[in-house]
């Protein structure tokens, strides 16, 4: 029998950007808080500490801030005709494990999605009408605005402390920002960071070819700044130990950095790590939760937290599997496209260009995660959906962010990749080579989909999550735009050498190169239960006890990175639990 510990009036399970934000808020109200964490505690201190912290071939390669596959895994296939198999080996994805979550390693680039993005459907209807959707495409509207989500995505920027320029200040367009941006109420907290030599070539191109640069939107403080929680960060050095690495001196956005020591300073919070939540525990009567079970990995045994809110927000998978298991909404059939639960699954779609310049020195080893210029040209809301005949779009960024030895340098293709010829290679081309990249959005379909394994378990004997998941026309013809597009800009650039990185038509899904931890959708928000597991508050339809948080709520994944999406609807929903649910617990919806 399970352990039982003493009853919370909220239990938080993951503790990463959102579990930090809905304990911090939460925690005001004075509520009693438990958060659980399946990993390690992490700090800035001793944890990310410098030297230890830039060890590429440790964290860069061997991963140690991800989560390995035996602590839990999916299974894969690209078609429901096909078998799907354990993906064994950490590529195409790299969930977190430990406190902080993702927020630790990621880049720190951070989006808001334009407003035509939250209401797709309806701007596609309005402008070139449905019959254009392709069929098995699951187009959807959120049940949210961009001008309700407005103020919590100005909150999120202040706290996380972002550098930017905004380009749409109060409807007004501004000189040097990005003029295809949705309104902003306030200027970035910081100003743009620095620019490096790449990233000043690509700008002077595209003002020639007339499109509009802009600095990226950055997650690294650009000098010194204290947020809202009085959580301090220190300019950043470019050292170029962003993604996968914690920031070891204050200057990554992440939870460590924003929120977490202000956090566990409240008296009504604390935190376990070594938890790993099993499954939701339903009410007899299935209306509410009445807490959550979790393994013990300490003491190793399974313990039963009685709490009266339970709020989801472990990575976009794990929710998605902790709702499957659960019983929490009706699984997701693609056949007939009813259900919820596991709806909906997307992804990124990205390419590149690289160039090569053989009188250049582009000192790679001087960057950061976020670094470097813009433009939104080829974005959602600059398409002509009709006439180019895809439904979506890109922003393109150019920039040093990682010169890490091992992992990017950059040869022409046909290089060995070992040997002599290797080396020579590396000592004609180190620092003379710079990229464009372009990120793209994804939709939604009826057979992409998330599920439970029929055959594969977990070490607790609960079944493993099933992706199915393949690339469709739609986003390989977006993609393939996108290559014609930024050729034309590398080769206004003059390099000596320049080749292109973009998936063809047909191209099938790999899941062993990295491509973006960017997984959405699987418990989508709705405005009807038979459309998505939670309402607009992002409460779960049939356990109004039950919030979750995440990307897995993304209707359909926009052309950005999600954090900036994911924090604005944490700050959306805790403040409808503090201002709506907690007076008179009930279905907001």
Not at 137 to 164: C, H, K, W
Request: glycine letters at 10%; a neutral charge; aromatic letters at 12%.
């Amino acid at each position: 029998m399970a352990r039982i510990e003493k009853k919370k009036d909220v239990v938080i399970v993951g503790l990463g950007w959102t579990g930090s934000i809905a304990g911090i808020e939460l925690a005001a109200e004075g509520l009693e808080i438990v958060a659980l964490e399946r990993g390690r505690d992490q700090n800035t201190v001793p944890e990310f500490k410098y030297p230890n912290q830039i060890d590429e071939l440790k964290y860069g390669v061997r991963l140690k801030n991800m989560q390995h596959p035996s602590q839990q895994t999916v299974t894969v296939r690209r078609r429901d005709s096909e078998i799907a198999l354990p993906y064994r080996s950490m590529g195409s994805f790299l969930p977190a494990n430990g406190v902080g979550g993702a927020g630790t390693h990621w880049n720190g680039l951070l989006w808001r999605p334009q407003p035509e993005e939250i209401q797709l459907r309806s701007y596609v209807k309005a402008n070139w009408g449905e019959s254009i959707i392709p069929e098995g495409m699951n187009l959807m509207d959120y049940p949210v605005t961009y001008d309700e989500l407005e103020p919590f995505f100005t909150q999120f920027d202040r706290v996380a402390g972002i550098s930017g320029k905004a380009g749409n200040l109060k409807g007004k367009i501004q000189e040097g920002g990005n003029p295809f941006e949705g309104w902003r109420s306030e200027e970035y907290p910081m100003p743009p960071l620095p620019r490096t030599y790449d990233s000043t070539k690509f700008e002077a191109a595209c003002k020639a070819m007339g499109y509009h640069p802009f600095p990226a939107p950055a997650g690294v403080a650009s000098t010194a700044y204290v947020n809202p929680y009085g959580m301090q960060m220190a300019p950043c050095n470019f050292c170029g130990f962003c993604e996968r690495y914690g920031c070891y001196q204050y200057s990554k956005s992440s939870p460590q950095t924003a929120i977490l020591d202000a956090l566990k300073r409240k008296p009504n919070f604390t935190y376990r790590t070594h938890a790993e939540v099993l499954r939701v525990e339903i009410a007899a009567d299935g209306k509410t939760a009445t807490g959550v079970t979790y393994f013990d990995a300490i003491n190793q045994e399974e313990v039963f937290q009685p709490a009266d809110l339970v709020i989801l927000s472990a990575y976009q998978l794990n929710n998605v599997h902790l709702l499957l298991v659960s019983g929490i909404g009706k699984p997701y059939d693609p056949a007939t496209n009813e259900g919820v639960t596991g709806k909906n699954y997307a992804y990124q779609m990205n390419g590149g260009v690289t160039m090569f310049f053989k009188d250049a020195n582009f000192n790679p080893f001087i960057g950061h995660g976020s670094n470097g210029i813009c433009i939104d040209d080829f974005s959602v809301n600059q398409n002509d959906f009709g006439k180019l005949g895809f439904i979506g779009g890109a922003y393109w960024r150019s920039g040093t962010f990682n010169g890490q030895p091992i992992r990017s340098m950059s040869l022409p293709s046909g290089t060995p990749t070992w040997g002599g010829k290797w080396k020579e290679a590396i000592k004609e081309y180190y620092g003379r080579s710079m990229s464009i990249g372009s990120h793209g959005s994804h939709m939604s379909y009826r057979a992409n989909h998330l599920d439970l394994d029929p055959t594969y378990k977990d070490p607790h004997g609960r079944p493993l999550m099933r992706m199915t998941f393949n690339w469709q026309e739609n986003d390989l013809k977006m993609n393939q735009y996108m290559k014609i597009k930024a050729a034309e800009v590398g080769r206004a650039m003059k390099p000596d050498l320049m080749q292109l990185g973009f998936k063809d038509i047909g191209a099938q899904y790999d899941v062993r190169p990295y491509q973006t931890t960017h997984n959405t959708g699987g418990h989508i928000m709705s405005s009807s239960p038979l459309e998505g597991v939670v309402n607009r508050y992002c409460q779960a339809w049939d356990k109004h006890n039950v919030f979750v948080m995440g990307a897995g709520n993304f209707v359909q994944n926009t052309q950005y990175n999600p954090t900036g999406m994911v924090g604005a609807l944490a700050y959306w929903t805790v403040n409808a639990i503090r201002t709506l649910y907690l007076r008179n617990p009930r279905p907001l919806v």
